[in-house]
């Protein structure tokens, strides 16, 4: 058995440290963010806060012992957390649940910016940016041009005063209540609620438009459905019950443009047909998934169980039918339109 093995096949109480690329974390945060299990703390701030989460040693004690590797020198901020276990097993679980908690910390994107100047947030450099070069030549005029780009999202999240006060007005402080378990709601409405959030996280940080566009349209699902349902007639029932006493809801044919991302998501995942989709749809989904997000998250106290959301938009259709004046939905119920400029429709 080698040492790496050995070591892996002990048990005990273990820190995992892993660099993070594509956010930064400023002073008006303190330099540092805790999700749930995972701290995201900046590169300067961790030999002061080292004993907190649970460095037995110095970082400049341990940085002598790994002399010819920079890795604590290499990110501007770095993951940790200590999981007690299996070396082997646990190692697995930090790395999983480090992207799962960075994906959350993406969704804190929805809303704060727009998606062409977003960042993709990754443990290490798993997503880095790339570049991308080729060559096109017009054969009859024989003119040619070799291109030359950067690929991928290279922009910054910067976690910082602004970043910090839009969050107070919006979703992110309640769902981390709900993802740290502060809330009082059923278990299994704080993990559709969490995954949900890490789908829509990972959409937020995504170049691939199918993709992103499939895991924002699985997190609002996962939010307004369960078994059994029809998801065509579902889903666009639901998202009426929170936001379809609005200008924007008639005058922008919400309800036919969910029916129609719904159908472009089935053609996708079924018959694997992704180029009717486009950065308008993706867009489209953005304003569903932030207004269903807040208004869930901000009522709580009502939506404390998915089952008390769907009762909600059965009442809400049932006042419909009768015509009766609308009782059902609190006054606190909110519409968050986003804007976009020609250059949103684009690219990601």
């Known amino acids: 058995m080698s040492a790496l093995s050995e070591l892996k096949s ?164 309640r769902l981390l209540d709900v993802v740290k378990g502060k809330e009082n709601i059923s278990t299994g409405w704080q993990r559709d609620i969490k995954n949900a959030a890490v789908l829509a996280g990972k959409s937020q940080s995504s170049t691939e438009l199918p993709h992103a566009f499939l895991w924002n349209m699985i997190a609002i699902e996962t939010l307004l459905t369960h078994r059994g349902d029809s998801y065509s007639t579902a889903l666009p029932q639901r998202v009426e019950s929170f936001i379809g006493w609005t200008t924007a809801w008639a005058m922008d044919n919400f309800a036919e443009k969910i029916s129609e991302v719904y159908t472009k998501r089935c053609a996708f995942v079924h018959s694997g047909k992704s180029d009717q989709i486009s950065i308008s749809d993706l867009l489209f989904t953005d304003i569903i998934l932030v207004n269903v997000l807040y208004n869930i998250l901000v009522h709580l106290d009502i939506f404390y169980d998915k089952n008390c959301l769907i009762d909600f938009s059965k009442k809400v259709e049932a006042e419909h039918i009768l015509g009766v004046k609308p009782r059902v939905r609190p006054g606190t119920i909110s519409f968050i339109n986003m804007s976009y400029s020609d250059p949103d429709y684009e690219r990601l």
């Not at 400049?60 to 890795?71: A, G, M």
């Not at 993951?79 to 910390?105: M, P, Q, Y």
């Open 10 to 173: 002990q048990k005990g109480l273990w820190l995992f440290v892993v660099p993070v690329s594509g956010i930064k974390l400023l002073d008006a945060i303190g330099q540092e963010i805790t999700i749930d299990k995972i701290t995201f703390v900046g590169r300067k701030k961790l030999p002061a806060v080292r004993k907190r989460l649970g460095f037995p040693l110095k970082i400049s004690e341990i940085k002598s012992r790994i002399k010819k590797d920079d890795f604590f020198d290499e990110s501007e901020v770095y993951a940790v957390a200590k999981f007690g276990g299996s070396g082997k097993e646990k190692e697995l679980e930090f790395l999983e649940t480090a992207r799962d908690e960075l994906d959350i910390l993406s969704l804190s994107q929805l809303g704060f910016g727009r998606r062409r100047r977003n960042a993709c947030l990754s443990i290490a450099n798993e997503n880095r940016p790339g570049s991308l070069k080729y060559f096109m030549m017009n054969t009859k005029e024989k003119s040619w041009s070799l291109k030359r780009q950067r690929s991928g999202k290279f922009m910054t999240l910067e976690l910082g005063s602004d970043w910090k006060r839009f969050q107070k007005l919006s979703f992110f402080e």
